[in-house]
């Protein structure tokens, strides 16, 4: 069912007899709501934050009442990668490869304390302090682990977000490759992010220096 206040843009009065059947809008609010009104979640977890997750999905809550109930069981039919759980170092590049493969446009939610920061494990040797080290988020969720309705509440301020977007400055129209496009981190001994790659030459090299003089 179609609210079609939701449409309406304020400013042009429509005749009483015909409120319900015609709205006047514009492309950008048309096209934000579509999308906003269609988020497909991806479907996996990582850590207990992630049934949180599954629970918002269960008739209690039930975020069917969004369009969000398609969770997808592939980044390429998703539009929202809810990163829910502790980010180990050997889940990163698995996580960056999915967002890779994720079509345009494509939002990030940070679900949890550990997600957003790390979390309780923040100084674990194997895990990283919050995936935006990594990958843009859109939205950052409080708590260990947030609720149900936290999650809700984290969804529709993703909703606001898209609504403020506009079809003439989004970044998947303008030119350039099709899609945001993240190095995938390489996990050897610890996790090496290639974009830090000449930074982590430069601090090699001080050390070998220093152990040297
Ligand atoms: S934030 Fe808390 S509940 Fe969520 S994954 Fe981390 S430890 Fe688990």
């Not at 579509?34 to 049934?51: D, E, N, V, Y």
């Not at 970044?171 to 090496?192: F, M, N």
Request: aromatic share 8%; charged share 20%; proline share 9%.
């Amino acid at each position: 069912m179609v609210d079609h206040s939701e449409l309406q843009v304020p400013g042009y009065e429509i005749p009483p007899e015909m409120q319900g059947q015609v709205v006047i809008t514009t492309l950008d609010r048309i096209y934000n709501w579509g999308r906003r009104s269609s988020l497909w979640p991806m479907m996996f977890g990582l850590a207990c934050c992630a049934i949180e997750m599954i629970a918002v999905q269960a008739p209690r809550f039930d975020l069917a009442r969004f369009g969000m109930e398609v969770m997808r069981p592939s980044p390429r039919q998703s539009d929202v990668m809810i990163v829910a759980g502790t980010v180990t170092k050997k889940m990163v590049p698995a996580v960056v490869r999915l967002y890779n493969q994720m079509p345009e446009p494509k939002y990030v939610v940070a679900m949890g304390a550990c997600a957003s920061s790390g979390g309780p494990f923040k100084a674990g040797y194997n895990v990283v302090a919050g995936i935006d080290k990594f990958i843009p988020v859109d939205v950052y969720i409080p708590g260990c682990p947030p609720t149900p309705e936290a999650l809700i509440y984290g969804m529709m301020k993703l909703q606001e977000k898209i609504d403020k977007q506009s079809i003439r400055q989004v970044r998947w129209y303008q030119k350039g490759p099709d899609s945001v496009q993240i190095p995938v981190p390489i996990l050897g001994s610890d996790l090496i992010d290639p974009r830090r790659a000449e930074e982590l030459k430069r601090i090699a090299a001080a050390q070998a220096q220093a152990q040297e003089g």
